[in-house]
């Protein structure tokens, strides 16, 4: 029933290729439902896909491997959720603003943004902190979760460039 609601509520589309399970919606309830969270529905991400589907993919991606290695699944999911929360559109930032090097400073941005929001714990401010290893190289991941979320941000970045995810 739970499920249902939560599906219904953020009315994703999802590829026939995902299955979320249970204990995934058990873990982002509150954070994939939070006002600031929905507003990155309104920012284009990579492809056709929205930020906030960006987010959802790796969550989901961060969920299945850290769970499989034995790792902290539910921060990773709940980092992965947010690990993009800069909120604005970065297609088009730097002729708005005159800010450029979105990839190197967005990670800092949103680790802002959700401690603003959220009550993070240490894995998850690594996470959002260093998910884009190796662009920012002094910014290394310090857990075995924000080093999975470096593969999982770039793997589900480059399946919406490519409209696979």
Sequence with gaps: MMMRLF?????????????????????????????????????PHHGTTNCYIHCLHVAYFNYKWCKA???DYESATRAG???????YDWHTHAKETGEYFHGLTHARRALRNA?????????EMDIIKNHMWPVTLLHIPHTKEGWIITLTDKYCGLLETLRLL
């Design 7 to 43: 599906k219904k509520y953020i009315s994703v589309h999802k590829p026939a290729t995902i299955i979320y399970d249970e204990t995934f919606y058990q873990i982002l309830r509150e954070t994939a439902r939070h006002p600031i969270v929905l507003r990155m529905k309104l920012y």
């Design 69 to 71: 290695l034995g790792l």
């Design 115 to 123: 401690q603003r929001h959220f009550h993070l714990n240490s894995t």
């Design 81 to 87: 959720m947010i690990h993009d929360l800069f909120l």
